[in-house]
Every structure is written in structure tokens, then in C-alpha cells.
């Protein structure tokens, strides 16, 4: 069936970094990728999306990119700080126009 | 202020007795969808509803239940409540349909021994 491979399960950099996490999707239908973060203990909360219709988008340190022919996207942190540890969902449209969300990726950045 | 509720925040129950997750938003949003979150599953979806007295399943409906009788409510009813749906549940909603920001409630974190 339909669904959304996030690789790494877990990621450790020092701060300043960069971060990357990378998701691959099945169904070539899907036209929205949006992104969310969860600290401990919070609720998700959306970071930044991507339309099918661009190839990236950026907002301050956070970029996603977009691979329709590959059918993958990708996150970016760059100069990781210590507030961006969490767990990042990537999540991608099906055709019946539900989200599916990937298992997670846990960012931790030490100082 | 916009937000989207759930009740109870915490519950600890027994096999086999009814229990409903209540979820509330008020933001006018047509879309409500509720997920469970599992370590190492990530946000797997139980239910959703592009609008009143509109449901479809999700990918793990077995064991629950939802009603969508006004806008701004979408509880979720377990009726025979098992120790594998011990979980945290999140209830969610969004404008028009899926492709815009999912507003997640505070989560609802339900023990059944």
C-alpha cells in the first residue's frame, strides 16, 4: 500500500551543524509534504511544507527540497542549535486526500 | 484564541470498558482527523472527516469508533477498550481539506490494563 519511508530513525550532530533528514513516498499522486516537529512531550506542530509544483523552499535556517521524479524530499537544518532537538515527521497526501505520516527521525543536538 | 481540545489529557482504564475521547475546535475548520502515536510508528491515522456526518477510515480503525454530528466536535469512542490501544492519541483539524496546516490538540495519553 501507499506509504512514507523517513530515514534516519535517529540523528546526533553538534550544534552548528547541519542536519538532513530524507523521506521517500509511493504514491505519485501525492502533491503537498508538509513537516512537523514534536518536542518531548508536546503536540506536532508544522515547520514548513512543499507544494508538488516547486522543487524547494526555504525559511531561515529550515529548507525542504523536492524530488518528484525520485519521489523523495528532504529536510535541511542548518546551524543546528540546541532548541531544534525533537522528533521531525515528514508526512505526504494520498490520493484519497489523507495525510500519511512517516515513523520519525529524533534530532538531538549537543552543545 | 484558536485551538483545538481534547478531554480527558490522561486516562487510565480496564479491558472492556467504554470510554469516549472528546475533541473540540474553534476554528471552524471542516477537516478532523484523530492519530495514534506509538514509539517507533510514528502518527499512524484512525479516523477522518472532511465534514459533518463524513467519515472514512484511516489506517488503523479496528476497535474505534467517530462521530461527526456538529463541526467543531469529532470524539473518538472506543467501545470495548483493549491493552493494545494503550497509546497516546492526538486529535487534529485543518481548513477546507488536508493540504494546509494540521492543528493538533494536547494529546491524550490512555492506559488500558
Known amino acids: 500500500g501507499e506509504n512514507v519511508e523517513q530515514h534516519p530513525s535517529t540523528l546526533s550532530v553538534q550544534e552548528g551543524d547541519s542536519a538532513v533528514i530524507k523521506c521517500t513516498y509511493s504514491d505519485s499522486a501525492s502533491n503537498y509534504f508538509p513537516w512537523y516537529k514534536q518536542e518531548l512531550g508536546k503536540r506536532p506542530q508544522l515547520i514548513i511544507d512543499?507544494?508538488?509544483?516547486?522543487g524547494e523552499k526555504k525559511d531561515q535556517r529550515i529548507a525542504v527540497t523536492l524530488n518528484k521524479t525520485a519521489k523523495h524530499f528532504s529536510l535541511h537544518i542548518t546551524e543546528t542549535q540546541p532548541e531544534d532537538s525533537a522528533v521531525y515527521f515528514c508526512?505526504?497526501?494520498?490520493?484519497?486526500?489523507?495525510?500519511?505520516f512517516g515513523k520519525g527521525t529524533k534530532l538531538s543536538v549537543k552543545p | 484564541e484558536a485551538q483545538v481540545t481534547q478531554n480527558p489529557r490522561y486516562l487510565i482504564t480496564v479491558t472492556g470498558k467504554k470510554l469516549t475521547v472528546t475533541c473540540s475546535q474553534n476554528m471552524n475548520h471542516e477537516y478532523m482527523s484523530w492519530y495514534r502515536q506509538d514509539p517507533g510508528l510514528g502518527l499512524r491515522q484512525i479516523y477522518y472527516s472532511m465534514n459533518v456526518e463524513v467519515t472514512d477510515k484511516g489506517d488503523v480503525p479496528e476497535g474505534y469508533k467517530v462521530s461527526r454530528k456538529e463541526k467543531r466536535n469529532f470524539p473518538l469512542i472506543l467501545e470495548s477498550p483493549s491493552p493494545n490501544q494503550t497509546s497516546l492519541y492526538f486529535c487534529?483539524?485543518?481548513?477546507?481539506?488536508?493540504?494546509?496546516?494540521?492543528?493538533f490538540g494536547p494529546g491524550t495519553r490512555l492506559t488500558v490494563t
Open positions: 487534529a483539524s485543518s481548513t477546507d481539506r488536508v493540504l494546509y496546516e494540521q492543528y
Open positions: 508526512a505526504a497526501v494520498r490520493s484519497q486526500g489523507n495525510l500519511i
Open positions: 512543499i507544494r508538488s509544483n516547486v
